[in-house]
């Protein structure tokens, strides 16, 4: 049973029983050494290993209990076999005590002497078998203890009652505690009292597989402020946290025991952080860092009744500078930027606590006076900022001036409603911008008439659909790694039969208005299919076709006329991806989640259009069929090595791989926003320096013959 044979050392200064041992052993497989002293058996046992000894007590010059002596300081792996003549029990005893196996008398019987031998041999094998084992358990264990330890999560096990009996080293990282002075405590320990009822599902979690609890959001306490400065907020860490229930089954039983909880927290600081940037950046203008439209609007929501309840005047004021274009062609972007920064200081000064300042647009504001007694309070904070504007500015050593004209809404008298008291602001604000002056006026009913183009414009679109006035433009998303085209976002077009060709922002926030953005959108649908079913029929090229959608479109029935539409054209649904903005998926989020599902079954991707300028959260995107993130081109224009924006297009690129998204940007214009991108991981682009939107058949020339890739093939594949 031994896969190689054992090693015998008999030692006797008796050269027959020498002669007459190996005769007996060797038959048996094993290979004998012979040492005819004490002396010559050490020298024998230094110079190689042997398994079994089998010693004479008695021998002139180092005797057996020396030769023992010899095996024990040397810790030699040998089991020593006493064949002696010495019958004494005193000499059993000691060379028992020096760890003797076996004591046989001499004269033996040889079957005795073999078996003895065997069995020592046997005890040997099993003995060795026994230490491999534990030392592949031990280092299974010790495999396992480190995957543990050096997890970058918190892993942890309670009892019945809640109290760690396990927790990994990682906590002292993140929380600053040792694992051996929470073992026994019980977790609420770890929870600030707010989280508390969420800690408990989660902690308290008895079930297993598919049902228990996964990544819930909670915070846990840090041991003290001086120990974890990188979070924001410095006394607690922002986890993710699964767990779930662990069972024995007893011997004898056949029914689980609940023995305790196991789980796993994962630091999500990071994200949180990257939440929070584009949080923020949702609802503030990144240049001023004054609130933006969505922020101003929230704001305004809730004034209005309340406002109501306490009967009080609300205003909205609408404020636009005069020569803010001259500056910024004058003096150059930059200088323009600082302008816009200075008049937010000033506006600023000039408000109360309360009051809401918003940036709306390049050069408007927006402002919220949520109570005033009188109307005349409101004329007076008009006067009072168009005083302060009226100072100049200085700019590069430089005296400017700006003038501004400021439009009023009050609540009630104007409008009771968000909207129309933002409409009726803006006519006043025109109003006096009309009459080429600055200073400030109150909204009036008679402004109205003069405003009626925002009538014809309903007509006009009607007509226009009658007689195809409308026209989609393509533009190329670029693969910039694989230099190919991946698909053509449809931009639509009118041409006016006065103005000339009119682009979608003068005429779609209109359409969606009085809902003629319905028809209009069925005829984009229908054009973009037959387009794009023509250039299949003449290209290999699998081109996607990206669509923009509005709000209202999709709150009408819109599903079965899509699936439709790709029918009757013979386009598969993963060809079509339709662009949404996520004003329009949260407008409606229960009814959107619904609709985008059917359409994601049936193939069709979805993108969020514009993303980062609405509002962003994670937890809804995580909850949609969402494919596809367009990065909105404000943040790649802005785009420089060292600043805030770089720190956003770097969140929504993390996570957009987090929810393993693919990214396009939009309007990339230069090489650098292009190198820049790629730098940070998006790789899909559209924008200028590939194309401007191209009429259809345009398009399709410039694709045949590689326009769009041509300076990127040197680049090669990635
Ligand atoms: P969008 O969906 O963000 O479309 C991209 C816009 O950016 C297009 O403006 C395009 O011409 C412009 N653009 C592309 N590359 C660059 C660049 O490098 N630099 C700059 N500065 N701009 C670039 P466009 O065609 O004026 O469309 C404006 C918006 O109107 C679109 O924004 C979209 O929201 C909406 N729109 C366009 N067509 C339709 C449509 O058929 N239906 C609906 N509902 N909305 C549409
Ligand atoms: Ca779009
Ligand atoms: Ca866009």
């Known amino acids: 049973m031994n896969e190689s044979p054992a090693r015998i050392l008999v030692a006797d200064d008796d050269p027959r029983m020498l002669d007459s ?125 480190y995957m543990v330890n050096s997890s970058p999560d918190i892993i942890y096990m309670l009892d019945q009652k809640g109290r760690f009996t396990f927790i990994n080293a990682r906590i002292e990282k993140l929380l600053g505690y040792r694992p051996a002075e929470l073992i026994g405590q019980h977790y609420s320990m770890l929870v600030p009292s707010e989280d508390m009822e969420e800690a408990h599902y989660a902690f308290n979690e008895r079930r297993t597989g598919e049902r228990a609890s996964r990544n819930v959001e909670m915070r846990l306490k840090c041991r003290d402020r001086a120990r974890s400065p990188r979070h924001f907020d410095t006394n607690t860490l922002p986890i993710e946290l699964s767990a779930m229930g662990m069972y024995v089954v007893p011997e004898g039983s056949a029914n689980k025991h609940y023995v305790g909880t196991y789980g796993v927290a994962r630091d999500i600081t990071e994200r949180k952080h990257s939440e929070e940037i584009i949080r923020y950046q949702a609802f503030h203008d990144l240049l001023t860092g004054l609130p933006n439209r969505a922020l101003f609007k929230d704001r305004l929501k809730l004034a209005i009744p309340q406002a109501r309840r306490r009967d009080r005047l609300l205003a909205v004021m609408f404020l636009d500078l005069d020569r803010f274009k001259v500056v910024n062609d004058t003096l150059g972007h930059v200088r323009g930027d600082e302008l816009l920064q200075l008049v937010a200081t000033r506006l600023t000064g000039c408000m109360r606590e309360g009051d809401t300042i918003a940036r709306v647009g390049g050069d408007e504001f927006m402002i919220l006076i949520p109570h005033l007694k009188r109307r005349e309070d409101a004329a007076q904070t008009a006067r009072k900022i168009i005083g302060e504007l009226d100072r100049p500015f200085m700019l590069q050593g430089r005296e400017v001036f700006v003038s501004t004209s400021i439009g009023i809404a009050l609540c009630p008298d104007h409008g009771d409603n968000m909207d129309v008291l933002i409409r009726n602001a803006d006519i006043a604000m025109y109003h006096i911008k009309e009459q080429g002056r600055d200073g400030y006026e109150f909204f009036d009913e008679r402004m109205k008439v003069k405003f009626s183009h925002f009538l014809s414009l309903e007509t006009g679109i009607r007509k226009a659909l009658e007689e195809n006035r409308f026209e989609l433009r393509y533009q190329p998303l670029v693969d910039t790694s694989r230099a190919t085209v991946v698909g053509v976002e449809a931009l639509i077009r009118w041409h006016h039969p006065t103005r000339g060709m009119l682009a979608p922002a003068e005429f779609i926030p209109h359409a969606e208005e009085c809902g003629l953005i319905v028809p209009i959108g069925n005829w984009v649908l229908e054009q973009a299919c037959a387009d794009l079913k023509s250039w299949r029929e003449a290209s290999a090229q699998p081109l996607r076709l990206a669509i923009n959608l509005s709000a209202l479109q999709l709150a009408h029935d819109e599903v079965d006329s899509i699936t439709a539409m790709l029918a009757a054209h013979g386009i598969p649904g993963d060809a079509l991806e339709l662009e949404l903005t996520e004003n329009v998926i949260m407008k409606d989020i229960d009814n959107v989640v619904k609709k985008l599902n059917r359409l994601s079954k049936h193939g069709i991707r979805i993108a969020i259009d514009d993303f980062g300028t609405g509002y962003s959260s994670l937890s809804y995107l995580q909850k949609l069929p969402i494919h596809t993130i367009k990065i909105d081109r404000s943040f790649v224009n802005d785009m420089r090595s060292d600043n805030t924006q770089t720190s956003i297009v770097n969140a929504v690129i993390a996570m957009a791989r987090g929810l393993g998204m693919n990214l396009i940007a939009e309007g990339v214009e230069t090489s650098e926003q292009l190198a820049h991108l790629r730098a940070l991981g998006c790789e899909v682009m559209q924008g200028f320096l590939f194309s401007e939107p191209l009429p259809a058949h345009e398009l399709m020339e410039a694709l045949r013959r590689g326009d769009f890739v041509a300076g990127l093939s040197g680049r090669g594949a990635a």
Do not use: C, W
């Not at 024998?44 to 024990?72: A, I, Q, S, T, Y």
């Open 21 to 145: 041992l190996r005769e007996l052993i060797a038959p048996h497989g094993h290979e004998v050494g012979t040492a005819g002293s004490g002396a010559e058996a050490i020298a024998m046992l230094e110079r190689r290993h042997f398994d079994v000894l089998l010693l004479d007590l008695m021998m002139p010059g180092v005797n057996g209990l020396e030769v023992m002596d010899f095996v024990n300081k040397k810790g030699l792996d040998v089991s020593v076999i006493v064949v002696s003549g010495d019958t004494s029990v005193d000499s059993a005893i000691r060379s028992l005590r020096r760890g003797a196996h076996d004591y046989l008398r001499k004269p033996y019987a040889p079957e005795v002497l073999i078996r003895t031998l065997e069995n020592t041999l046997k005890k040997r094998m099993l003995e060795r078998e026994n230490r491999t084992i534990q030392g592949k358990l031990q280092q299974s264990e010790k495999l396992y203890r």
